[in-house]
T-cell receptor, first 117, second 110 residues
Framework: GAVVSQHPSRVICKSGTSVKIECRSLDFQATTMFWYRQFPKQSLMLMATSNEGSKATYEQGVEKDKFLINHASLTLSTLTVTSAHPEDSSFYIC?????????????FGPGTRLLVL | AQRVTQPEKLLSVFKGAPVELKCNYSYSGSPELFWYVQYSRQRLQLLLRHISRESIKGFTADLNKGETSFHLKKPFAQEEDSAMYYCALSESGANSKLTFGKGITLSVRP
């Protein structure tokens, strides 16, 4: 089946530094990837939709200069949390839609836990 | 704006008991509804979607447009069904995004 990986799985960084999270579709091409944020015991909140070769579409309230998204290829999207602060600590999850099937199914990555000290 | 409501946070049942996880939605168009499941220490994965009209792991869900509901049901719960379940809605069409409910924890006791 379709597999999505994320790297790193966990990262701890100092306040003010930037952190890059990678999301890869391993066995399919994904023209569209999604980035979510999940707080403890809460639902997934969509941050942005990442389209290959074009700018990401951010949800209301998400700072595009804070959360930089690059979808450079059909199998890779990156999320960079710039100048991270403790309030950015969260679980970040990506998902990808299989271009080949054309279905609405999204395949999810395992998530990246970010802790900003 | 689209919205998905899962009114309960936790459902605890004994093995063999029936299960119904509630989901209501609000959306002005024709939505696609999904149930996603997250087992302990695993990633989120699709359980079923309403357009497939299939039963997965004994679970079924019927879209009721009149009641704007998409409840997930299973007649006889198993311990391995214990997990977090999320109801989600997507607009029809390409590049449509998912809106998730807050999720419900299902605990099946032996």
């Amino acid at each position: 089946g379709a597999v999505v990986s994320q790297h790193p799985s966990r990262v701890i960084c100092k306040s003010g530094t930037s952190v890059k999270i990678e999301c890869r579709s391993l066995d399919f091409q994904a023209t569209t990837m999604f980035w979510y944020r999940q707080f403890p015991k809460q639902s997934l909140m969509l941050m942005a939709t990442s389209n290959e070769g074009s700018k990401a579409t951010y949800e209301q309230g998400v700072e595009k200069d804070k959360f930089l998204i690059n979808h450079a290829s059909l199998t890779l999207s990156t999320l960079t949390v710039t100048s991270a602060h403790p309030e950015d600590s969260s679980f970040y999850i990506c998902s990808a839609r299989d271009k080949g099937t054309g279905k609405e199914t999204q395949y999810f990555g395992p998530g990246t836990r970010l802790l900003v000290l | 704006a689209q919205r998905v409501t899962q009114p309960e946070k936790l459902l605890s049942v004994f093995k063999g008991a029936p299960v119904e996880l509630k989901c209501n939605y609000s959306y002005s168009g024709s939505p696609e509804l999904f149930w996603y499941v997250q087992y302990s220490r695993q990633r989120l994965q699709l359980l079923l979607r309403h357009i497939s009209r299939e039963s997965i792991k004994g679970f079924t869900a019927d879209l009721n447009k009149g009641e704007t509901s998409f409840h997930l049901k299973k007649p006889f719960a198993q311990e391995e069904d214990s997990a977090m379940y999320y109801c989600a809605l997507s607009e029809s069409g390409a590049n449509s995004k998912l809106t998730f409910g807050k999720g419900i924890t299902l605990s099946v006791r032996p």
